[in-house]
């Protein structure tokens, strides 16, 4: 090993610090690569090791060693991957360090520096990156000075304004713009045009340009035109990357989850405000004289005082200051006798106002009144600068709405219209420019104030208050203005809703033009350099090599912690661009990387001085090239060979031929030429095509480039060549092959906007004529491609040039689509755009910036002279742009000009007219949409009688059919013809526009639209028209073609029908369908017949065109019957119903669920209209939406014929088919009526067969309106609609219906209420029980037998009578409160229907309740089948006697939850039969039954301490029985496809019942495991997700089984839990899915019980009193059995699960009671051979916990031993139970020390005195005060007094039980009170109620011999006789407590007890409930008799207490002594 190698080793063992800094270079190297593994391998960014690192790097990376700094900077970079925000610690000193030594070295280390500062970035360490900066950029080295600006722009550029603020880096700029180096110029340039992208290119200016020399700012002027689109960052900071992989996670679970990129595409709105430094104008102020002048007594003087403060104001921040004075004067000022002096005054405070913003509020509310009453001045001047003051206080946020009401409200009262108007104006603005939520805020104290404006006097300030109005309305919709419109009569309502409607702002998503989406995957491998000078024009980024790391590999979690360094922005491909700028490479460079490719002597050759020889070599260069299979692969090498030898400066021409031809070979054959290859040869073939010898071979070369890259690219970088070279020929003969290429490839490559401008300021500008000459040829052939627009563009050149041009264009006509290129590109261009070529590949400027708000508003001006300079100035725009524009922001425009063209000054309408044809001529094709619906408004001016305005008017529809095709002006144009206002000269010079344009034309289909308006025009009165009209037909039927015109034919009449037929005869085949419509009775027009052509192409009517009158003349024929037309006939191979789109469920949702009529408005009307024609075929809405009553009834018929076959289709449009007849309902044609009558009942019965309920919103549409019409007065009408409702009601659910009928009551019609009366008596009478919820509402009916009217009275009684019938006298309960009168009428009524139910042998009233009850207990199971004749002749309530009823809440949640309820059999009227109904009924059935225990469990629990919940109590585990049995019957119909409402129904039934506690308590431990067992089951059930609503489902059963391990009985839950965690037996399982076996169902069952038990161990600590530890330990002991020892030994290996789980819940149960926990074994045979396993678990955790200090080890050795080891070791545990009685004193003590829980704890202090009298408690009291000792002492003292009383504390949970074993020796525990001979006495003295069956034990402390003395002694529950030998007998005290001998001493003598005192103990098991409130535990236990009347055995005087009080041994004896179980 060498001394070096040795040296490397040694330094290895070295810490970082050491080896980083050693003074051998290599050592620090090998550190520095190593550092970077070790930070790659690390993926915590929590390590500490990267705390270490932190600090480090500082030293590091000024390492004087170049390679050695490279290296830390390839370590820092890994650091910074690994590490998070927090190392952000570092950066400042890193970053300095950076600046200082690494921006000047190496590129390569330049390249690692600026990634380092990145990841700065990344990791939010900006202040710092930008600190260094700021150093950085003040190098005195300019090579240091580029690479920080470059960084800075790559940081702006990557993470935009949000991460790197730019406020900051604009105070940076102005010191670079002055640099003396160019670099820094340039890059300065760049930044500044990035910051425009940002920020805008007006803040930049308004900050930066100042700051500049005139030259850079127009250089940068120049740039900014290139700055398009808003940015958006390419890159996010770590802590954002960081959630990224969580949202996709959870995007791959549920669906698509939005980014935090979905919701903030727009980049933030940056503030121009907050980027400027405030100024400080009161100094200045002070010193310029303003306080002198504003008092001068010259008004010019004051005018220039306060200009000075305007001047200083104008600044775009003020600093804030005291202007408290300031505003005092301007007050004053405003006031002011001179105009000049006001307005300039009024102008200061909005400038005031911009620059203080916020800080300026409170001068703001102090100005406002004063200006709002300045507004009474009609001087223009003021009037202009107080709106733009008063806008501008609200815009910069000084006042907002909430604000100014008062000064609103008394503006509105002033009593000049000016100040009213105008201010109710200002209110409008600012409720625009105000967000929704102030709006929705204040409207309630603004619209009575606009609304008392709306009476004004003065018609300005009415509509001002409309606008406000409409204003607020856009903003927050109708619905919370509904209260207050309802106020306005008719035409204001109506004159509203058109403003609401006419305001409505479309907005038009900006594009951003060349806006690039930026990959927001952040890229793992190279890190692009972006250079800030990239963003100059003709310069592009230089693709740096990547950075390879160490070892090439890529490290997972790349996401996290790439670099990312510079994302690669695409438009559409995921490739990079290409990189066109060559980097330098010298000719060492080149010949090592050709290696073998050429021979050498040929390089040699080429570098001789001798031409003959370099001829030579170039020759064979060129043979050798040819013979390359592998061309691809060497093309950029031999490109660079032959640039640099010969080179371009070879003077030989063959040579230089041979040369060109290489290349050109290269560049044709290769299938993909790199641009830099152009680029590096384009400049040499540029010169080369000036020289004569070399041009052909040059132009060749660079043809075969455009081929290659496009011509494009070739053109963009040729202009800048030949405008800078100084050879003119380069020029001319430049242009000369430009001429060639574009008639070769055409311009679809082009950018055609830089041609145009090279030509112009170029070529056309030269000195020399053969450029010029050139020129022209090239614009010539332009013009061939794009035609005469180019014009446009060279307007401004010289005259005589302009006429060489047109001689040119002369010799190039406009070809148009003909003009096809010669030659193609093979290299595919995305990046550039390919345009079709024509007219359209001219440019078009985006003018949205030049229509300004100023300019808009000038168009609404109120001078027309405004007006109309508006107009002119949008002219102007028009030609500024060439007349050629983009569609961005012209509908804005649109909006505006449409304004003027009902302008009262004709001359601008004129105006208006032709600016809308150069718009159109100048947009294009793009008008149509754009425009919004001008054209309709155009086409209006026809009705204008002045001859030139509608010459005016055809010259606009001219250019707007040059600018889109006539196809989509047809609409427009039919609804013009039809439209009354016209007038007969509008409509002649129309059909003569449209005779001229469709003269022209051979072929267009769409003219049939426009026969029809013709047709009209037919029998119009003027001749004229008529003749224009015929002129306009014969042209219609020339280019429609008659197989069009055959679909219209049924439409036409009169002199137009004979016109066709006339010109038709020649085709005979049409004859006989002509002749047939001569006949035809043409009735009036359909209300929608202008829309037939809706789905054809010109789909664009409107709803607005709906009312078209019709001209039709109605002719009477003889035949009066539909014929079907030819136009049916064409539609009728269609489906009848178009539901393929159709979304039910969103109509539905638009649905108001209301049960009140409301007439259908004019919106929904056109709606359904709109529906009609989307949904249904066109022959059949056409019929529907006639305003014939006969086409209706047609359509009705071809519904009718559909009906059997097209069910499901008009289940799908029911809801709007349903709307329809509601509107037939409401028009007062009976003939439709009927028909409609006539279909619903079979439409109805249709959907019975299909067995389809009208869902919620079906029934929300139609039985409103079908209720209030049933009052019709038509009686025929009246029973069809009765009828209907009864089979409404039949198939639908009554319980939905009734709610309707009920409105039906509150009708103001009184048959309807009559109808409504009856249908309830009907419902009751049929469909009792789904109504029985609802049958409070009888008090509505009750009512009604007050009315006058005799009908409604008799009907009311009929249906009362009814009820009576069905309830009984239960009746009375639901009528409410009646006079004496109307209950004497009822009686009347009552007593009649009895004697009519005795003469049908009907029974009694209510006896069909009874029956129903008999019938379900009789049958069972078969009730299900009961729904005959039972379910309509038996009703009844729901509710028994003593309950009330659902109120309305509940009502409507029924309405909700349950959508479909079937007509069955009757409710249940009391629990009994609600249990019988859930246990035998069907699963729908069972619903009733649950309603009613819902109801009951709701009374009870509302009660808690009534005998309700105690009745409850009792059949709890009854019901949950039931309900657990009812589980999988009602999942199982589910899953056969019915609804899941009983699924709901039960799941809801069982939480109620769960969320009880004593209800829960209650439940039987056998019930809870079929219950549990059931609710696992169907928890793993993969059926479930797929019923109805399953997801809702398992949610509820998740829901359920943690309530019920909340409250159930937690001994129960965990020993059916223990049990379930064996294996389930197959039967178990609902159904077992084909791939899945038994043994990994069992598997996921165990995990979910498993889960369940660690809920319940989990709080174990808490709980471990309600507990019956003996029974747990048994269920353990049992499962541990079950498993057996070879068995667990195996799951052990296995890491089974159940077998762990159980091994945890006795270690916790262990770590709680430690060695207590043996007292507890009770129900475990511990004397079994071999000893039971569960014992061995015990001692090893009692080891365990003990040496891990949980509890004191039970003895020295730990106890292994299960015998009699206390006995053999006295003073085993003795240590555990001190240390555990210290415990229990110190947390006794700290409750005392609390005033809330001080009495609990001095009561548990004094049972503890009790129980053990030796044990000193003021021992351990020593550190206590005298007063807390004192305190003590007294509080002992006074507990005493109160058990010697019999109290206690209320309220008071138990302390914990101290341990079993405490040895210390304390005589026999004395009763608490008195024990008298007589217990019955005894129980009388303490006021104890005496109970034979129930006793009360008291708490326990002990489980020794004194705790069974005093049980013997002071319970007193034996009596005399039974157990007179056992009175006074004590247990044997000399077993030592908590050995297993004492353990079965006390047993015998328990049982010894139990037998004496209960001969039958066994036949009686132990009933014990835990009770929620009093806490107490009781024992049922038998009472002792004796034959010669021995007393009962009485409540003993002990004090109750908590069962947690008694330990797991008492439990275990009471058991034994009721003999609840077996004897050992």
Request: charged residues 25%; glycine residues 6%; neutral net charge.
């Amino acid at each position: 090993m060498s001394e070096e190698e040795k040296l490397l080793k040694d330094a290895k063992k070295l810490p970082w610090e050491d080896r980083l800094l050693h003074k051998n270079w290599k050592v620090r190297n090998e550190a520095n690569i190593d550092l970077a593994s070790v930070c790659d391998s690390i993926t915590d960014p929590k390590d500490s090791r990267l705390r270490d690192f932190g600090p480090l790097f500082k030293k590091t990376v000024t390492d004087s060693n170049a390679p050695v700094q490279e290296k830390a900077l390839d370590a820092l970079i890994a650091f910074l991957r690994a590490a998070d925000a927090d190392a952000a610690r570092y950066a400042k000193e890193i970053c300095d360090a950076i600046v200082s030594k690494c921006l000047t070295g190496r590129p390569k280390t330049v390249e690692k520096a600026q990634a380092a500062f990145m990841l700065w970035v990344e990791l939010e360490a900006v202040d710092a990156f930008l600190d260094a900066m700021e150093k950085g950029i003040k190098n005195k080295v300019a090579k240091a000075v580029v690479p920080a600006v470059d960084v800075m722009f790559q940081a702006l550029s990557d993470f935009g304004a949000k991460i790197v603020p730019p406020k900051r880096i604009l105070k940076m700029l102005p010191e670079l713009f002055d640099h003396q180096d160019q670099n820094v110029r340039a890059s300065s340039k760049g930044l500044t045009l990035e910051l425009c992208r940002w920020i805008g290119k007006d803040p930049v200016k308004s900050i930066l340009f100042e700051k500049m020399r005139d030259t850079m700012k127009k250089e940068l002027e120049a740039e900014l035109v290139n700055v398009t689109g808003t940015a958006k960052p390419s890159r996010k900071i770590r802590s954002e990357q960081d959630k990224e992989p969580e949202q996709e996670a959870m995007s791959e679970v549920v669906g698509p989850v939005p980014t935090a990129e979905s919701s903030t595409d727009a980049p933030p709105e940056i503030d121009e405000y907050e980027l400027v430094d405030p100024v400080d104008i009161l100094t200045p102020l002070e010193k310029s004289g303003f306080w002198d002048g504003v008092k001068a007594t010259k008004w010019s003087e004051r005018k220039d005082a306060v200009a000075e403060l305007t001047k200083f104001a104008s600044t775009k921040r003020i600093a804030p200051g005291d202007f408290t004075e300031v505003c005092r004067t301007l007050k004053k000022l405003i006031t002011d006798v001179n105009i000049a002096v006001a307005v300039e005054a009024i102008q200061a405070i909005g400038n005031l106002a911009s620059g203080l913003r916020l800080h300026f509020s409170g001068s703001s509310r102090f100005l406002l009144p004063v200006l709002l009453e300045k507004l009474k001045e009609k001087k223009p001047t003021l009037m202009e600068s107080l709106t733009q003051t008063l806008q501008a206080m609200h815009r910069a946020g000084c006042l907002n709405l909430v604000d100014i009401v008062e000064d609103v409200r008394t503006a509105t009262k002033n009593k000049v219209p000016l100040v009213r108007s105008l201010t109710l104006n200002w209110v409008t603005f600012c409720t625009e420019t105000s967000n929704k939520a102030v709006v929705l805020k204040v409207h309630k104290d603004y619209v009575p104030i606009f609304m008392e404006c709306l009476n004004d006097m003065t018609p300005e300030v009415r509509d001002a208050a409309f606008s406000a109005l409409a204003a607020i309305a856009k903003l927050v919709g109708m619905r919370p203005l509904e209260r207050s419109l309802e106020k306005l009569d008719d035409v204001r309502r109506k004159k509203l809703s058109e403003m609401i409607m006419g305001h409505e702002v479309v907005l038009v998503p900006v594009q951003t033009s060349g806006g690039s989406v930026p990959s927001l995957e952040a890229s793992e491998g190279a890190f692009v350099r972006k250079s800030a000078a990239s963003m100059l024009t003709g310069k592009r980024p230089v693709q740096a090599a990547p950075v390879i790391k160490k070892g090439g590999s890529i490290k997972s979690g790349a996401n996290k912690k790439s670099d990312g360094t510079g994302q690669l922005k695409s438009s559409k491909t995921i490739e990079a661009p290409e990189d066109v700028e060559p980097a330098e490479m010298g000719l060492e460079e080149i010949e090592r990387r050709l290696g073998s490719l050429l021979q050498l002597e040929i390089i040699s050759q080429l570098k001789s001085t001798i031409w003959k020889e370099r001829l030579e070599a170039i020759s064979l260069l060129k043979q050798q090239v040819e013979g390359l299979q592998e061309l691809d692969q060497s093309v950029e090498i031999l490109i660079r060979l032959l640039c640099a030898l010969p080179g371009w400066s070879e003077k030989n021409v063959q040579v230089q031929q041979q040369v060109i031809e290489v290349i050109t070979y290269i560049a044709s054959t290769v299938t993909k030429f790199p641009k830099k290859c152009v680029v590096l040869c384009l400049l040499g073939i540029s010169e080369r095509v000036a020289d004569i010898k070399t041009r052909a071979h040059a132009m060749k070369c660079l043809t075969t480039f455009c081929e290659a890259v496009g011509p494009g690219f070739i053109f963009e970088r040729i202009y800048k060549i030949m405008k800078e070279h100084k050879n003119p020929k380069v020029l001319s003969e430049g242009i000369v092959w430009m001429v060639s290429a574009v008639e070769d490839f055409g311009v679809s490559h082009l950018k055609l906007k830089d041609l145009i401008d090279f030509c112009k300021e170029t070529g056309l500008q030269s000195s020399a004529a053969a450029t010029r000459n050139a020129t022209i040829k090239l614009l010539g052939v332009v013009h061939k491609f794009v035609g005469p627009d180019i014009k446009g563009f060279l307007a401004d050149v010289k005259p005589a040039l302009l006429s060489a041009l047109d001689t040119e264009y002369e010799k190039n006509p406009f070809e148009g689509a003909s003009a096809v290129p010669k030659k193609t590109v093979r290299a595919s261009e995305s990046n550039l755009s390919v345009t079709v070529g024509g007219l359209d590949s001219l440019p078009r400027e985006d003018i949205s910036g030049k229509i300004t708000p100023t300019l808009l508003k000038s168009l609404e001006s109120p001078d027309w002279k405004v007006r109309l300079e508006s107009i002119e100035a949008v002219t102007k725009i028009l030609e500024e742009a060439n007349k050629r524009i983009q569609p961005t922001g012209t509908v804005e425009l649109f909006g505006a000009l449409r304004g003027r063209l009902s302008d009262s000054n004709k001359n601008l309408v004129m105006a208006t007219l032709t600016t809308i044809g150069s718009v159109a001529t100048a947009m294009g094709p793009a008008v149509e949409k754009s425009s919004k619906g001008i054209l309709s408004d155009v086409l209006k001016c026809l009705g204008d009688n002045k001859k030139h305005m509608r010459e005016c008017t055809l010259n606009a529809l001219d250019s707007w059919l040059g600018a889109v095709h006539l196809d989509k002006m047809v609409p427009c144009i039919t609804l013009a013809l039809t439209d009354t206002k016209l007038g007969a000269e509008g409509r002649k010079d129309l059909f003569d526009w449209l005779s001229k344009q469709l003269a022209g034309v051979s072929d267009f289909s769409d003219a049939v639209y426009l026969l029809k308006p013709a047709c009209s025009a037919m029998t119009d009165k003027s001749s004229d028209v008529r003749k224009a009209a015929e002129t306009c037909i014969n042209e219609i039927l020339r280019v429609s073609g008659q197989e069009t015109i055959e679909k219209i034919l049924k439409d036409m009449h009169g002199p137009a029908l004979a016109l066709v037929v006339e010109r038709l005869k020649p085709y005979g085949a049409f004859q006989e369908s002509f002749e047939s419509a001569k006949v035809m009775s043409v009735g009036p027009t359909s209300k929608s017949s202008s829309r037939v052509g809706k789905s054809t192409s010109n789909g664009v009517m409107k709803h607005g065109n709906r009312t078209m009158p019709s001209r039709a003349i109605v002719t009477k024929g003889s035949k009066t019957e539909s014929v079907t037309s030819v136009q049916d006939i064409a539609v009728q191979s269609h489906a009848l119903f178009y539901v393929k789109d159709s979304n039910k469920e969103d109509r539905e949702r638009m649905v108001v669920r209301r049960f009140k009529f409301e007439e259908p408005r004019l919106e929904q009307i056109q709606d359904l209209e709109n529906d009609m024609m989307r949904y249904l075929r066109e022959d059949l809405h056409r019929r529907l939406l006639s305003t014939d009553f006969k086409k209706q009834v047609e359509g009705l018929e071809m519904l009718q014929k559909a009906l059997p076959s097209l069910a499901k289709e008009i289940i799908e449009v029911l809801d709007v088919l349903l709307r329809w007849f509601v509107l037939q309902f409401c028009k007062s044609n009976t003939t439709c009526l009927l028909k409609v009558l006539e279909f619903l009942p079979e439409l109805f019965d249709t959907l019975k067969d299909e067995a389809y309920s009208l869902t919620e919103s079906e029934a929300a549409i139609f039985l409103p309106c079908l209720i209030e019409k049933s009052g019709h007065n038509i009686e025929k009408v009246r029973e069809k609609m009765r009828e209907l409702t009864k089979q409404i009601v039949t198939i639908c659910s009554a319980s939905k219906s009734f709610p309707y009928i009920l409105e039906g009551l509150r009708s103001k019609n009184n048959r309807t209420r009559i109808e409504c009366v009856d249908l309830v008596g009907f419902i009751i009478d049929h469909h009792g029980a789904e109504i029985s919820g609802q049958l409070k509402s009888l008090q509505i009916v009750a009512s009604l037998t007050a009315e006058r009217d005799g009908e409604i009275r008799k009907a009311a009684l009929n249906t009362l009578a009814l009820g009576y019938k069905i309830l009984g006298e239960d009746i009375w309960r639901y009528v409410g409160k009646l006079t004496d009168a109307q209950k004497s009428m009822l009686d009347d009524r009552f007593k009649w229907k009895v004697r009519e139910m005795e003469k049908k042998k009907e029974g009694r009233p209510g006896e069909a309740r009874a029956a129903l009850r008999r019938s379900v207990r009789e049958n069972s199971s078969d009730v299900a089948e009961q729904s005959g004749e039972v379910s309509r002749s038996v009703s009844g309530p729901i509710y028994s006697s003593y309950r009330k009823n659902y109120g309305h809440s509940e009502l409507q949640m029924d309405r909700q939850l349950v959508p479909q309820s079937l007509a069955g059999v009757n409710g249940p009227t009391d629990w009994n039969e609600a249990l019988d109904i859930i246990s035998f009924g069907s699963p729908e059935q069972s619903v009733e039954g649950m309603k009613v225990v819902c109801h009951e469990l709701a009374q009870a629990t509302s009660d808690p301490d009534g005998s309700a919940m105690d009745e409850l109590v009792k059949d709890s585990d009854r019901l949950v029985s039931c309900l657990a049995n009812k589980v999988a019957k009602t999942f199982d119909f589910s899953l056969t496809g019915a609804s899941s409402r009983s699924c709901k129904y039960v799941l809801n039934t069982l939480m109620q019942t769960f969320q009880n506690k004593r209800l829960a308590h209650a439940v039987k431990e056998s019930t809870l495991d079929s219950l549990i067992t059931e609710l696992l089951l169907w928890l793993l059930d993969e059926r479930v997700p797929h019923m109805d609503d399953g997801s809702q489902l398992l949610k509820a059963l998740n829901v359920l089984m943690l309530k019920i391990l909340d409250n159930a009985d937690r001994t129960s839950s965990f020993v059916v839990l223990i049990n379930l965690l064996r294996p389930l037996d197959p039967s178990r399982w609902p159904s077992l899915a084909s791939n899945e076996s038994f043994a990994s169902r069992n598997q996921k069952f165990s995990d979910l019980v498993v889960k369940c038990l660690i809920k319940l161990t989990k709080v174990l600590q808490s709980t471990i009193y309600e507990v019956d530890l003996d029974r747990i330990l048994q269920s353990i002991h049992l499962y541990l059995q079950d498993l057996g020892m070879e068995e667990i030994r195996r799951r052990a290996g296995a890491d089974d699960k159940p077998l762990r789980m159980v091994k945890t819940v006795l270690h916790e149960l262990v770590k709680l009671r430690g060695a207590a926990i043996k007292g507890h074994l009770s129900m475990v045979p511990i004397d079994m051979k071999p000893q039971p396993i569960i014992l061995a678990y015990i001692d090893l955790n009692l080891e365990t916990l003990a040496a891990a200090r949980m509890l004191t080890s039970s003895g020295p050795g730990g106890q292994t031993h299960w015998g009699d080891s206390v006995a053999n070791n006295p003073s085993s545990g003795t240590h555990s139970a001190d240390a555990q009685l210290k415990q229990e004193l110190a947390a006794i003590f700290k409750k005392i020390g609390d005033k809330q829980t001080c009495t609990i704890g001095l009561y548990e202090l004094y049972r503890i005195t009790q129980l053990y009298p030796k044990v000193d408690i003021f021992s351990q009291l020593q550190n206590a005060s005298e007063a807390f000792r004192t305190y003590i002492r007294d509080g002992l003292a006074q507990m005493e007094k109160n058990a010697a009383a019999g109290r206690t504390p209320a309220s008071l949970p138990m302390p914990t039980p101290p341990p079993v074993a405490l040895t210390i020796s304390s005589p026999d525990f004395t009763p608490l009170s008195p024990v008298h001979t007589n217990a019955l006495n005894d129980a009388k003295s303490l006021n104890v109620k005496s109970d034979p069956t129930n006793f009360n034990l008291p708490p326990s402390y002990s489980e020794d011999s004194r705790a069974i003395n005093a049980l013997t002694s002071s319970r007193g529950f034996t009596s005399e006789n039974s157990l007179g030998d056992q009175r006074n007998e004590r247990f044997i005290t000399g077993v030592t407590s908590g050995t297993l001998d004492a353990i079965r001493e006390r047993m015998r003598s328990m049982q010894l007890a139990a037998a004496a005192g209960n001969p039958d103990a066994g036949s009686r098991p132990l009933m014990s409930m835990n009770d929620s409130l009093n806490h107490g535990f009781s024992s049922q236990i038998p009472h002792a008799s004796d034959r010669s009347g021995a007393e009962n055995t009485v409540q003993s005087g002990v004090l109750p207490m908590d069962e947690k009080a008694l330990s797991g041994l008492q439990a275990r004896m009471e058991r034994l002594k009721s003999g609840a179980i077996e004897h050992l």
